[in-house]
């Protein structure tokens, strides 16, 4: 149980830090993971090999059960926060039972179990997580506003929800309305987009004249891009409604659908445009 209190804030941490929105019960999933593999203390002495490697799996299993794997790249750096965390909090743990000297400190196969008491765990814990956040809004405190947010997108009675970064480099407009269009793959919003317009959002343009719903035609359109190195055309479509965290919720927005990879990128669902805010 109090590997499971631990493990519960050094995820939750781990989350703050790379800015990934945890969902709870992953975290716990996660937690209660690594609560059962703090039993190895009980084994006989394994050696060093073994403890190394059967931490590798272990913050591996744990890192993929609490926030699970888009690319390879996301999952490195997530698991070595988790590491940095669990440093940093052991550090902690070390400091105080420097100061407090409980009795009953027991190490084995690398893992060392602490006979502490609660209310000092509790206590240690909190302010560790606590010193943990405001070290990180004071180092992130010269990033813009609203750089990297939640947002909802609603459409044909459905929602989905991710992760949104700022793209000022994003000036993209639909050419009718002269809304703003925010950039996303198929992989993301496949879930909420009716069957019927799956070949023009998987990037046959030429599908959009197959599309036989008259409600579902006056939502959908063709954005032009152009960047340094190419131009070309964009399946879109306007949503129900779109909210950026707190700031925004507009329906006066186009979503243009990337297919040419799964993800914007190893954090992020979609690229917002600044003429939103």
């Not at 703090?38 to 060093?48: A, N, Q, T």
């Not at 390879?72 to 400091?95: D, P």
């Not at 317009?197 to 409600?215: M, Q, R, T, W, Y």
């Amino acid at each position: 149980m109090l590997n499971l209190f631990i493990n519960y804030f050094l995820l939750l941490s781990t989350s703050f830090v790379r800015k990934e929105s945890a969902n709870r019960f992953r975290i716990l999933l996660g937690a209660t993971l690594g609560s059962l593999y703090s039993l190895i203390v009980f084994l006989p002495e394994m050696g060093v090999l073994f403890n190394i490697l059967s931490r590798i799996a272990a913050g591996g299993i744990i890192v993929f059960a609490s926030f699970g794997f888009k690319t390879l790249k996301r999952f490195l750096k997530l698991s070595l926060t988790f590491i940095l965390m669990t440093f940093l909090f052991a550090g902690a743990m070390i400091a105080m039972w420097i100061i407090f000297r409980p009795s009953g400190m027991v190490i084995n196969n690398s893992t060392v179990y602490f006979g502490i008491k609660m209310p000092v765990l509790i206590a240690s814990t909190a302010l560790t997580y606590i010193a943990i956040k405001f070290v990180m809004k004071f180092l992130n405190k010269s990033r813009p506003p609203m750089t990297i947010c939640d947002v909802t997108l609603y459409f044909a009675g459905k929602d989905v929800k991710g992760r949104a970064m700022l793209d000022t480099g994003n000036t993209l407009s639909e050419g009718f309305s002269g809304y703003p269009v925010v950039v996303c793959t198929y992989e993301f919003v496949k879930d909420i987009l009716p069957y019927e317009c799956e070949d023009f959002f998987k990037g046959n343009v030429n599908a959009l004249h197959s599309i036989a719903d008259k409600n579902l035609m006056k939502k959908v359109r063709v954005v032009s891009y152009g960047t340094v190195s190419e131009t070309g055309l964009l399946p879109a479509f306007q949503p129900d409604k779109l909210v950026v965290g707190k700031e925004v919720e507009t329906d006066k927005v186009f979503v243009g659908v990337l297919n040419c990879k799964k993800y914007i990128n190893e954090s992020f669902d979609m690229l917002l445009n600044p003429n939103l805010f």
